[in-house]
């Protein structure tokens, strides 16, 4: 095997990858001349041992999580893809694009690259990491150790229970204290900031296909009626409204 492609799955972040899924994973891998995955499939080559040592990325949605379950290895949040000796990973799933024209472009050289790209009407390198992309990317990196890591926890699992007592909680300090620090080195009261990290990540649910009712659940932000209220406010339209603009690939009017 001269490739081994491990595409990602929504279950990975959340669940161990199945045994067959693991077997099959070191079995390829250990006859194959380089070793990728696209978006969440790191966490199957990490579980199966192939990032040991080594750095990676991920959907920045899923980065931290990442480096928690698996701290034999260094993730890198920002990049759209890397290549660590004979093993690569990449971000979210358009990234694969970008990972597939740098195999292209060691496998035949620079210019059928550029040739690819140009087919595909995309960039041979993306401008930019995948940060410009995120919440996390437009807030100031706060000093406070505390409230820094609180944010990662926020951003990895934006369903998770991120009221004020609970981040509090879990970051040491008093509610009054955490949301002084906020709004002092975040520029936002704690639940504005956690509904923005809820916003984005129902967006990029809806985007993909997610019905309202998923959406809501898996974002954190509760019920449709929850949803609707925080679309209408932030963005103007409604959350069905906003599914509807990615049912096509056809350019507005």
């Known amino acids: ?12 972040p959340h669940h161990p990858p199945p045994a067959g899924l693991l ?5 390829l891998a250990g006859r194959s001349a380089r070793v990728a995955s696209v978006c969440t499939g ?17 959907h920045w949605r899923h980065a931290a999580v990442l ?3 698996f701290p034999a290895l260094t993730v890198d949040p ?10 690569y990973t990449s971000a979210g799933v358009t990234a694969g694009i970008d990972l597939a024209l740098a195999l292209v472009e060691d496998d035949e050289g620079a210019d059928l690259a550029r040739e ?3 087919d595909l009407v995309v960039f041979l390198q993306r401008p930019g990491g995948q940060s410009q992309f995120s919440v996390a990317a437009r807030t100031p990196s706060p000093q406070h150790d505390a409230l820094r890591g609180l944010l990662r926890e926020v951003t990895a699992d934006p369903a ?20 002084r620090l906020f709004n002092e080195q975040v520029g936002s009261t704690p639940a504005a900031y956690v509904e923005s990290v809820r916003l984005e990540a129902a967006q990029a649910l809806l985007e993909a296909g997610e019905s309202v009712t998923g959406a809501a659940r898996r974002s954190g932000l509760g019920s449709d009626e929850s949803l609707r209220r925080v679309f209408l406010r932030r963005l103007g339209v409604t959350p069905s409204t906003y599914r509807a603009r990615f049912r096509t690939t056809a350019p507005a009017s």
């Open 1 to 12: 095997t001269h490739t081994l492609v491990v595409p990602g799955s929504e279950d990975l």
């Open 23 to 27: 077997d099959a994973v070191t079995g």
């Open 42 to 58: 790191a966490f199957a080559l990490a579980a199966a041992g192939l990032l040991d040592g080594r750095r990676a990325t991920t």
């Open 67 to 69: 480096a928690r379950r």
């Open 78 to 87: 920002d990049a759209i893809f890397v290549r660590d000796g004979r093993t």
């Open 116 to 118: 690819v790209a140009r």
């Open 160 to 179: 998770a229970d991120h009221s004020l007592p609970a981040l509090a909680r879990r970051g040491g300090l008093s509610a009054r204290h955490l949301t």
